[in-house]
């Protein structure tokens, strides 16, 4: 499994969760390979992370595109600023993923 590690600054978390409620995850659902993820936010540091799940690193690869078009948009409605994006092979976890598509 592999993890995509995005870390950003945000103007506003309320207004982040509803692009990432409305926008974001119901697109994810839809990428093969995708497997879950975490948004979080420091609302005192405009700060935010999102780590997306992917099955392997051919399905990471396969979703650059369209990542970088969510990005692209939550940019634009959000104000949202993307400093880096990472991708790390998931080596343990304790939590569950997502592992059906749906």
Do not use: C, H
């Amino acid at each position: 499994m592999v993890a995509r590690v995005t870390t950003s600054r945000r103007s506003d978390a309320d207004e982040a969760k509803l692009f990432i409620e409305d926008d974001v995850i119901p697109s994810l659902q839809k990428v093969p390979g995708f497997r879950g993820a975490y948004f979080l936010a420091d609302r005192e540091a405009s700060t935010g992370i999102s780590i997306t799940f992917w099955e392997d690193e051919a399905a990471a690869k396969e979703s650059l595109i369209a990542s970088a078009e969510r990005r692209s948009r939550a940019a634009t409605v959000t104000g949202a600023t993307f400093e880096a994006v990472d991708n790390y092979e998931v080596i343990a976890q304790t939590l569950s993923v997502v592992t059906e598509q749906k």
